[in-house]
């Protein structure tokens, strides 16, 4: 009897082929695998929950700062990213129905479309960071955040005079506290998008898998896997939106 | 194994059962499904830039992570078939819920209740970057300097 | 396929019949061979042989180390090692011993081979996952010894910021293998999970567990809901040394405390991983020696999981004094205190099934016994340091050190032994010496006692930790406790010496030689690869030592 989990896992004769050999049934494997990827996931909202608590400590301890520093975003790319990742995420739920109902044309259009949005988000978030690299907010020796930044959207206010009084009376390190707003900016988005690149890694080894036909009614495990996790991708953006974006807006 | 001993397996407590990859949902649920999360996402949009901090300083806030649940419910309960799956799933989401809430709001007893963090208190200033930079204090290029 | 596999666990076999058996039987050890075979092997029980190896390694590095130190302290005056030094040799030390060794070793020793076998399954939900947890961890082990062997770490183990992301030793070689082991930990955790909901033999319910497993499943909570965390917090410490980004530095507005809850948010649990899976061994053998079901056997399943719980509520006592608010202080200390309940349970849930037992003083009982005496002044001085008034006087001192050492050696390395020594014959098919065994249980007692108590009493009197030099004072306790820890030190070579010549030429065994109850000992010594040639069905209790003596009895008519 071979130890090999790979050897053991498709060959048993007159055996169930997608069986592998430690489960007894379909079902048990199933629900084994199910419940595996959600027991995952729920590391996975820990492991942002530090950086979450993080954020959240910060910025009960400056507020002010992390309003100045959020009204400097643009609200324009985080509701097109927005939008881009709930799309990809209805595709990739449309993508397990079409495994489901053995479709696999429709099946490889949805986690195309899944993977060109993901692909769209990384560019726009590219952009964003970019942005950020040319008004020196990358935290660091060059981080530079000026109260009296005649281009800053908060400046523009009628009376931003009187705002920024009180900002300093309130918090006089107000413009070094502004990096700490970044530094979390970049640490969740920064591993917000690992995530998605290795959610886009893992649509491709799906496409490629299903364009040599593996997938097919009765066997569409990876498939539902997969979209469990690019939807916890996409329920993370969820809170990162209005947390990062949106925060002291009005 | 036998018949009887296959049927025990799943019958001895339903909280196992999970009924993952049986349930198929229309393709027009998720239509309707994708078209409340946008319409939910120009709702939160629409509603950061109200001012409700003259009744609640934090209402804005609050109202925003309100709608995000909102969202994140749907998506789970739909997209990922939590609606659809067994007991155990659930309490696997709510624990790790429960142990994040746990972890924010233990730290936040303490941030909350602890009045000599920021130096505004003590009415002397932090350094700032550049005294400390100009004192060689380590801020960083000296860190790795061994 | 064999006798060995008697369908009735109770049926007593003739010894000889059973070891001749044995000998011929195809079983996971003799099953394929070659290095592939171990090395890219999915069975559970390979996986727990490579782990044994591997953490018994990192034990004597960091034995080594603690020897170190021991050696340092023997004089007031620092002759041995600089101030540097012995920081870098007991940062060594807890490194090592936290995250390399305490944290994966019963889990991954232990529960990998055990959990499959106890729950009558033939593997782990995900066997490749589990060989990769075993190869994460040895890639974090290569970055923290190399941490350790190229210049040092002098943070201590718990990488406190700002210290650690100013000071100019290896952290973040540190920080990534604390990081990988984490996720290795994690992949141990998800699998028991799994494994214990999904893949349990027909007729084995929740309440039909042995505690073995309610502990393990506890454990797994612990690794699953708090591995995480750390993982990102020293992914912080290792971006801010990186980048340069301040952020737990109070110059940027940092909150080092914040760094501290995160930090405790997952190492306080942490020393429940430690202990819990100890807890677990030591209600197998209790009932297995003294010939009882255990008492309450609800009340230790459940104090498991409130542990488990409660473990989480409690982390804010390590910052009493590092400036954390006195309101969340006073919070955090009466949770300490909470978590003393569920432990106690245990204590006398344990001690309770002694009573009217037929106890014998095999080596696995020995080391069990000497578990909840040095358990028990581990953990009510634990309750001391939980007093937040009382933990102004005894932080950072030599109090601190002993309580946990009684917890983490004290309980957990004994645990760990009579874990080791009570599955041996099915671990390896083969008999360790059983005078040797009772010999080392008694040297370890007395050694560890000699070694730790007068740290308790210095500690108490003010001798601070972490000081390579101290006041004359002192010296006579340090003196004691440098002695002790070299007849502890010959206690913990004596099984990994007499262990390994057992592996080789011990007498074989049947396949239940302590005569004990549970799916495990059904099956043949060593089992097959699969576990079992038939998946058993299981109608009774873990513990129905009553029915099994008297089927003795009825067969010895």
């Known amino acids: ?250 | 194994m036998s018949d009887q001993a296959s049927s025990m397996r799943h019958t001895e407590d339903k909280i196992d059962s999970t009924h993952f990859a049986h349930h198929i949902i229309s393709p027009k649920v998720y239509l309707t499904v994708i078209v409340v999360l946008m319409v939910l996402t120009a709702l939160t949009v629409w509603v950061a830039y109200q001012d409700y901090s003259h009744a609640w300083s934090l209402a804005n806030l609050a109202i925003a992570l309100g709608l995000a649940t909102v969202k994140a419910t749907i998506v789970c309960l739909w997209f990922m078939h939590v609606r659809y799956s067994g007991r155990l799933i659930q309490i696997v989401i709510a624990a790790s819920l429960l142990f994040f809430m746990l972890m924010l709001f233990g730290t936040l007893m303490d941030v909350w209740t602890r009045h000599n963090v920021t130096s505004a208190d003590y009415g002397s200033p932090e350094p700032t970057y550049e005294q400390r930079r100009d004192v060689h204090l380590p801020i960083g290029d000296d860190k790795h300097s061994h | 396929m064999s006798a060995i596999d008697a369908p009735n666990p109770y049926q007593a076999q003739s010894r000889s019949s059973a070891v001749e058996a044995a000998a011929t039987f195809p079983n996971y050890l003799n099953a394929t061979g070659g290095w592939k075979s171990w090395l890219f092997t999915g069975d559970h029980k390979r996986i727990a042989i490579l782990y044994i190896i591997t953490t018994t390694i990192a034990f004597l590095f960091g034995g080594l180390a603690a020897a170190l130190v021991r050696l340092e302290l023997l004089t007031p005056q620092g002759d041995l090692m600089s101030g540097d030094g012995y920081n870098k040799a007991f940062s060594a030390h807890g490194i090592i011993m936290v995250f390399m060794f305490l944290v994966p070793v019963v889990p991954a020793v232990l529960g990998n081979f055990l959990v499959p076998l106890m729950i009558g399954a033939k593997d782990l939900a995900f066997p490749k996952i589990n060989l990769m947890s075993w190869y994460l961890y040895m890639i974090g082990t290569f970055f923290g010894l190399y941490a350790i062997i190229a210049g040092g770490v002098d943070t201590g183990w718990t990488f406190y910021t700002p210290f650690s992301t100013t000071t100019n030793t290896n952290v973040i070689s540190a920080a990534v293998g604390v990081f990988i082991i984490g996720f290795s930990s994690i992949f141990t955790g998800f699998n028991f999970i799994v494994t214990v909901h999904k893949m349990r033999a027909p007729g084995l319910t929740w309440f039909r567990l042995p505690l073995f497993i309610w502990s393990m499943y506890a454990t797994s909570l612990i690794m699953i809901l708090g591995t995480p965390v750390i993982g990102i917090t020293v992914l912080m410490v290792a971006v801010e040394r990186l980048l340069h980004l301040g952020v737990f530095d109070p110059a940027f507005g940092g909150d080092p405390l914040l760094f501290q809850h995160l930090f405790w948010f997952y190492s306080h649990p942490a020393v429940y991983i430690m202990i819990l899976p100890g807890f677990g061994i030591i209600s197998e053998v209790i009932p297995a020696f003294a010939r009882r079901n255990i008492f309450g056997y609800s009340f230790i399943a459940m104090s498991s999981l409130a542990i488990a719980m409660v473990g989480f509520f409690v982390w804010g006592h390590h910052l009493f004094v590092s400036g954390q608010s006195a309101y969340a202080g006073m919070v955090f200390s009466a949770l300490s205190f909470v978590i003393g309940v569920p432990t106690a349970i245990k204590v006398f849930n344990w001690t309770a099934t002694l009573y009217k037992g037929s106890i014998s003083f095999e080596t696995p009982m020995l080391f069990a016994l000497f578990f909840i005496g040095l358990f028990l002044i581990g953990g009510l001085t634990g309750l001391f340091l939980a007093a937040m008034g009382l933990d102004i006087h005894l932080h950072d001192t030599y109090f601190v050190v002993a309580h946990f050492h009684y917890v983490m050696v004290g309980g957990m390395m004994l645990a760990y032994l009579a874990g080791i020594h009570y599955w041996w014959p099915k671990i390896s098919g083969r008999m360790y010496p059983e005078f040797l065994g009772k010999l080392s249980a008694l040297i370890v007692f007395v050694g560890f006692h000699i070694t730790f108590f007068p740290q308790f009493v210095m500690g108490y009197m003010g001798m601070p930790r972490q000081y390579h030099e101290y006041v004359a004072e002192f010296q006579v306790y340090h003196v004691l406790s440098t002695a002790g820890a070299s007849v502890l030190g010959v206690g913990f070579l004596m099984p990994v010496v007499y262990l390994t010549y057992s592996w080789f030429y011990g007498p074989r065994v049947n396949s239940n030689p302590f005569k004990a109850t549970g799916l495990e000992w059904q099956t043949s010594s060593p089992p097959p690869t699969t576990n079992f040639v038939e998946i058993p069905v299981v109608t009774v209790g873990p513990y129905e030592y009553a029915d099994f003596e008297e089927n003795e009895l009825v067969h010895a008519r």
């Open chain 1, 1 to 250: 009897m071979s130890t090999h989990a790979s050897a053991d896992v498709h060959h048993h004769e007159g055996h169930d082929p997608y069986l592998a050999h430690h489960f007894e049934d379909r079902a048990q494997q199933d629900e084994a695998h199910s419940l595996g990827l959600w027991v995952f996931l729920s590391t996975e909202i820990m492991f942002f929950g530090g950086l979450f608590l993080a954020f959240t400590v910060y910025h009960v301890l400056f507020p002010e700062a992390f309003g100045l520093a959020s009204s400097r975003l643009s609200v324009s790319w985080g509701v097109i990213n927005t939008i881009v990742l709930l799309v990809s995420s209805f595709t990739m739920a449309m993508g397990v129905h079409s495994a489901q109902v053995g479709s696999r044309k429709l099946l490889l259009t949805f986690l195309s479309i899944t993977l060109l949005c993901a692909g769209a988000f990384m560019v726009i978030k590219g952009i964003e960071w970019t942005e950020k690299y040319h008004h020196h907010l990358i935290p660091g020796a060059s981080f530079h955040f000026d109260l009296n930044d005649p281009t800053a959207p908060e400046t523009q206010l009628a009376n931003w005079g009187e705002r920024r009084e009180a900002i300093l009376i309130a918090d006089p390190h107000v413009e070094r506290h502004a990096q700490m707003f970044y530094v979390m900016y970049f640490c969740l988005t920064g591993l917000h998008g690992i995530h998605v690149l290795i959610g886009m890694g893992l649509i491709t080894w799906m496409i490629l898998r299903a364009k040599r036909n593996e997938f097919n009614t009765r066997w569409n495990t990876p498939i539902e896997l997969t979209g469990l996790y690019w939807h916890l991708v996409d329920v993370i953006w969820i809170y990162l939106f209005p947390l990062i974006y949106l925060i002291h807006r009005h």
